[in-house]
């Protein structure tokens, strides 16, 4: 039974099937679920709709990434302490946790996996420093809460999440697949199957909620895939081995997470507060419909992808222009986003 596998494809397909069933029963069962939700904020969702479609995700995504083989100790640790990140979700979207008792939580799920299996960015040789690992596991860390709370950001509006982090999936799966890392591509793609799973459920307008449970849980799977990435291109490129491309494919919830954040900051409201202010929120006051705000995210990601892609496999002034021109685009979204009026 331990070494019982089945074919990538025939997983793919079952993480998707497994992943609709479980978001079914959770959608039948929970039916008009009245969130208890914090009353000063304000928020674009219903309370009626139940968010526990994350711990279906979580569960279809621990089941199938065990089919395509004999999982490596990693992937099994890591499995399981995003479901567990996904019923921390749950106690949130239920009981309105004080957003520093998630962040203690939420450090430490991620903290012990990367120590206990020795996983981190490799910054301290990026900058010349020795300091036992230290800097790493803490710059690690910081920057898998950083994902997961960019992603729980972006998921304000139906079927966005699930746009985001899958084109993230997807990117990663190609770059892993054309770097010979086919084990990132297999848990990648599983990932993106039980995502859009869910998104049955999700497409607009919404019958179930990802909630914090699920977008905790993306955010904790891909975090720790970008560090499981290991860049060591053959050739000389624009990266040297200690910059890891793969971070730039979250250039949309880190953008998100940017332009709220700051806004929140320069208007005396607590970053942590819900509230319409979001990318999405603001296309929405420009009366763009939910269906052309996802397509605009679609566009976007694609573009920040080719951009990144040609950085990567081009040499030179083309490699150059091709960063340039992606944090060039970076920047002016930024202010051009900022200017937008939110959402009322």
Not at 38 to 62: D, Q, Y
Not at 198 to 218: E, Q, R, T
């Amino acid at each position: 039974m331990n070494d019982f596998q089945i074919p990538l494809f025939q997983a793919i397909t079952f993480a998707f099937v497994l992943s609709s069933f479980l978001n079914y029963i959770i959608h039948k069962y929970s039916k008009n679920f009245n969130l208890k939700r914090n009353e000063k904020e304000k928020r674009l969702s219903s309370k009626l709709i139940p968010p526990f479609g994350g711990i279906a995700c979580s569960l279809a995504f621990l089941t199938s990434t065990r089919l395509i083989g004999k999982a490596d100790d990693d992937f099994i640790l890591i499995g399981i302490f995003a479901v567990i990140v996904s019923l921390l979700g749950i106690f949130d979207d239920i009981y309105n946790l004080k957003w520093y008792i998630k962040l203690f939580f939420q450090t430490l799920l991620v903290f012990y996996p990367l120590y206990y299996l020795n996983l981190f960015l490799n910054i301290e040789s990026f900058f010349g420093f020795d300091f036992n690992n230290y800097l790493n596991f803490l710059g690690s860390t910081l920057w898998i809460l950083i994902i997961i709370n960019s992603i729980n950001f972006i998921d304000n509006m139906d079927g966005l999440a699930v746009i985001v982090s899958g084109s993230i999936c997807l990117q990663i799966a190609f770059l892993a697949n054309y770097l010979n890392q086919y084990k990132l591509t297999d848990i990648s793609l599983l990932l993106f199957a039980t995502i859009i799973g869910f998104f049955i459920f999700n497409y607009p307008p919404a019958k179930l909620y990802l909630g914090d449970s699920g977008s905790l849980f993306i955010g904790y799977c891909l975090g720790f895939i970008s560090i499981l990435f290991n860049w060591n291109p053959i050739e000389a490129t624009i990266y040297t081995s200690f910059i890891n491309p793969l971070l730039l494919f979250f250039i949309i919830p880190l953008l998100d997470l940017l332009v709220v954040t700051s806004h929140r900051i320069k208007s005396g409201i607590a970053p942590t507060t819900g509230g319409t202010d979001h990318i999405s929120h603001r296309l929405l006051a420009k009366n763009v419909s939910e269906i052309n705000v996802l397509i605009f995210f679609i566009i976007y990601s694609i573009s920040c992808f080719i951009l990144i892609l040609l950085s990567i496999i081009s040499n030179g002034f083309l490699a150059y222009i091709a960063l340039m021109g992606l944090f060039i685009l970076f920047i002016f979204s930024f202010f051009k986003i900022r200017q937008m009026k939110i959402l009322r």
